[in-house]
């Protein structure tokens, strides 16, 4: 009976150590692999981290680049005399290529979307990161009065050098430039370059209260802007195309600086698209206001600017 109960111990302590020495071998041998794992993910991460502040200082990169192309297509049109035939594609032309036109814009130099690559491959070196891209499209265009929309598509590719990981993704990149601060194109060329105007968004609406002109007085006294779907938007005036947009925007002309610059002065309503076109309606003195300013009240200009009961 002892004997039996001693051969049993034998073999369960037996037993027992297999199935230690079996776990030790298993967690031996599988160490290698789960850390390899952990290698790995932690890589990805990296990767991917990576990939978004990428993104992201390309959004910054297009902001900075589309700034630049603006003022390159103004410079065009005071260096030319002309307005651009299609303001798209002229500033998605300076983005890629830093031409107008064929004409090399200067203020691109360093700045064309494809030229960020130095930089790219010098913030992925330090990371032991391969990075390629291509731009396949760049699209400018306007969804509010105030900002110029851009889409960048490009085909991003990133390998580790390792060989541990590798991204390969189309991404969109999106900026917006406000256009606060440009040069209106209109007052560039209908003054011969003579009188510019920074388009700058006005602070002194209701324009009137009562008989109280004075917020309109210094608006236009600054020439500022006012969002008007009767209007043409920024791309249009660089294009000096004076047809009515959902984006539009318009000032008033400041008769006297343009008199000052010995520009001639035409007896019409001031609203700028109208004043600088040839189109001539009816238009109205104001009580209060100097002689030269008029209004016409095609899209409703005199209840928009507060004078429909101060007709002279």
Same mark, same amino acid.
């Given at each position: 009976?002892?004997?039996?109960?001693?051969?049993?111990?034998?073999? =369960? =302590?037996?037993?027992?150590?297999?199935?230690?020495?079996?776990?030790?071998?298993?967690?031996? =041998?599988?160490?290698?692999?789960?850390?390899?794992?952990?290698?790995?993910?932690?890589?990805?991460?990296?990767?991917?981290?990576?990939?978004?502040?990428?993104?992201?200082?390309?959004?910054?990169?297009?902001?900075?680049?589309?700034?630049?192309?603006?003022?390159?297509?103004?410079?065009?049109?005071?260096?030319?005399?002309?307005?651009?035939?299609?303001?798209?594609?002229?500033?998605?032309?300076?983005?890629?290529?830093?031409?107008?036109?064929?004409?090399?814009?200067?203020?691109?130099?360093?700045?064309?979307?494809?030229?960020?690559?130095?930089?790219?491959?010098?913030? +992925?070196?330090?990371?032991?990161?391969?990075?390629?891209?291509?731009?396949?499209?760049?699209?400018?265009?306007?969804?509010?009065?105030?900002?110029?929309?851009?889409?960048?598509?490009?085909?991003?590719?990133?390998?580790?050098?390792?060989?541990?990981?590798?991204?390969?993704?189309?991404?969109?990149?999106?900026?917006?430039?406000?256009?606060?601060?440009?040069?209106?194109?209109?007052?560039?060329?209908?003054?011969?370059?003579?009188?510019?105007?920074?388009?700058?968004?006005?602070?002194?609406?209701?324009?009137?209260?009562?008989?109280?002109?004075?917020?309109?007085?210094?608006?236009?006294?600054?020439?500022?802007?006012?969002?008007?779907?009767?209007?043409?938007?920024?791309?249009?005036?660089?294009?000096?195309?004076?047809?009515?947009?959902?984006?539009?925007?318009?000032?008033?002309?400041?008769?006297?600086?343009?008199?000052?610059?010995?520009?001639?002065?035409?007896?019409? +309503?001031?609203?700028?698209?109208?004043?600088?076109?040839?189109?001539?309606?009816?238009?109205?003195?104001?009580?209060?206001?100097?002689?030269?300013?008029?209004?016409?009240?095609?899209?409703?200009?005199?209840?928009?600017?507060?004078?429909?009961?101060?007709?002279?």
């Amino acid at each position: 009976m002892g004997l039996k109960i001693k051969n049993k111990r034998g073999m =369960f =302590f037996t037993i027992l150590t297999i199935a230690m020495l079996s776990l030790f071998f298993i967690a031996y =041998f599988s160490y290698p692999a789960i850390e390899d794992r952990s290698a790995i993910d932690d890589r990805i991460k990296t990767m991917n981290n990576f990939v978004f502040s990428l993104e992201e200082d390309m959004s910054r990169q297009v902001y900075i680049s589309t700034y630049r192309a603006v003022l390159s297509a103004e410079n065009y049109i005071t260096t030319n005399g002309s307005f651009i035939p299609n303001s798209q594609t002229a500033i998605e032309e300076a983005l890629i290529n830093g031409t107008i036109s064929n004409e090399n814009m200067s203020l691109m130099e360093g700045y064309k979307l494809e030229e960020w690559s130095s930089r790219v491959s010098n913030s +992925s070196e330090k990371m032991n990161l391969l990075v390629n891209y291509t731009v396949l499209d760049v699209q400018v265009n306007q969804e509010d009065p105030w900002n110029l929309n851009v889409n960048m598509r490009i085909e991003l590719f990133i390998k580790d050098k390792s060989n541990l990981a590798l991204w390969n993704k189309t991404s969109l990149i999106n900026s917006k430039v406000e256009i606060i601060g440009f040069e209106d194109p209109l007052y560039l060329i209908k003054t011969e370059g003579r009188v510019t105007n920074k388009i700058n968004k006005t602070i002194y609406e209701p324009f009137t209260e009562g008989s109280n002109i004075s917020n309109l007085s210094a608006h236009v006294f600054d020439s500022l802007y006012i969002a008007s779907a009767s209007a043409p938007s920024f791309l249009n005036r660089l294009e000096g195309n004076l047809s009515p947009d959902i984006n539009g925007i318009e000032s008033l002309v400041y008769l006297p600086e343009l008199s000052s610059q010995k520009v001639s002065i035409e007896d019409k +309503s001031i609203i700028d698209y109208i004043y600088f076109s040839t189109n001539n309606p009816a238009s109205y003195n104001i009580h209060g206001m100097p002689s030269w300013f008029k209004l016409d009240n095609e899209s409703a200009h005199l209840e928009m600017y507060g004078v429909s009961n101060l007709t002279e």
